[in-house]
């Protein structure tokens, strides 16, 4: 099948690696250069560099709204178009070029989780599922009807970095299974009353509120890795939190105090502890959070929550966590005193912190640099 392909991430690869195995790719579009790191060069997309690599055509609109583009784009002579993670919304008349329509890559089970960041808001939103759908697009935002779905378990210590690369393999699988039986397939009507959002994340959206369960912070940890990262405000500057558990404990101390605990016992299920210290390839040594290599880390930021008699960040005495693991609460190091933050309701529990201007390190190493200790209060990132 003659097939027109539209992505931009490195969550995009698979699905451009499958077709270019299985179909043949007529042409791909992709985002225009854009300036990056320190230096602010102009860089490739992933998918560009992927393309040119395979001597495939490539595109960069700006806007693909522009008039232009319909008549450009119809004389690849594209049977269909596939899209995964592109970047910009589709006009109806970019949509109706191929004579098959245009297929889209979605990482969520639809209808829930509409928009740009569906992998990072479900974990966020302490889900336990997600998936890949595919389906037919329409000039709406992801709502047209499906054509398959294919549902994966969130692993409970699981970062939207780590995820999104399991959905990107499935999501290739899940394409190409489609495309095989798309003359078979009954498209099915998506339920919109069903439906939630997940827009594109802000820096904002990882600010930590310490008055919040620490069960949901470490949810917004692991959401918030490797972008925007969650951060708090210590009294030695902005911290971003990448790893993270939570420890049941019941303190006075308002949210935001540093507080006393044992570190969690490991639990190969993840239960109520701190989130696995491993790099994202696995290695056991502590490095950046699970962001492309080559990438610099965003920089930190704050936010603040407690237990009860301690303020929000304040570390507290915590009894030893129980082995049983609702999501949120991750497996950790081994046993020893620690020293947690008192959030709303139990203690959060950092593993890799990275403080602003400075490398990823163990939160027990942060510390002890900073020269912090129990009863000392961390805060939320303003402004």
Known sequence: MRVLFYGTPEFALPTLEAL????????????????????????SSPVKARALAADAPVLQPARLRDPEWPARLAELRADVAVVAAFGQILPQAVLDVP????????????????????IAWAIIRGESETGIT?????PGMDTGDILLKEAIAIGPDETAGELSARLSRLGAKVLLETLGRLDSITPMAQDHAAATLAPRLKKEDGRLRLGEPARDLVNRVRGCNPW???????????????????????????????????????????????SKPLSPEGRGKIESPSRPRGEEAPSPQPSPQGGEGVGPGTLVEA??????????????????????????????????????????????????GSRLAAGARLGEVMG
Not at 37 to 42: A, E, S
Not at 331 to 355: D, S, W
Request: aromatic share 4%; proline share 15%.
């Open 228 to 274: 925007p990262g969650a951060a708090l405000s210590t009294p030695a500057g902005r911290l971003l939190i990448w790893r993270a558990v939570s420890v049941p404990h019941h303190s006075s101390a308002p949210p935001g105090t540093l507080v006393r605990c044992p570190s969690p016992q490991p639990s190969p299920q993840g239960g109520e502890g701190v």
């Open 134 to 138: 595919t389906f037919r697009m329409d």
């Open 319 to 368: 009894p030893s966590p129980q082995p049983s693991p609702p999501r949120g609460e991750g497996v950790g190091p081994p046993r020893g005193e620690g020293v947690g933050i008192a959030t709303g309701q139990g203690l959060l529990l950092p593993v890799q912190v990275q403080p602003e201007n400075r490398k990823v390190m163990a939160w027990e190493d942060f510390l002890r």
């Open 99 to 118: 004579a098959r329509g245009s297929i889209n890559v979605h990482a969520s089970l639809l209808p829930r989780y509409r928009g740009a960041a569906p």
């Open 20 to 43: 270019l195995e299985h179909h043949e790719v007529v042409g791909v579009v992709t985002q225009p250069d854009k300036p990056a790191g320190r230096g602010q060069r102009l860089t």
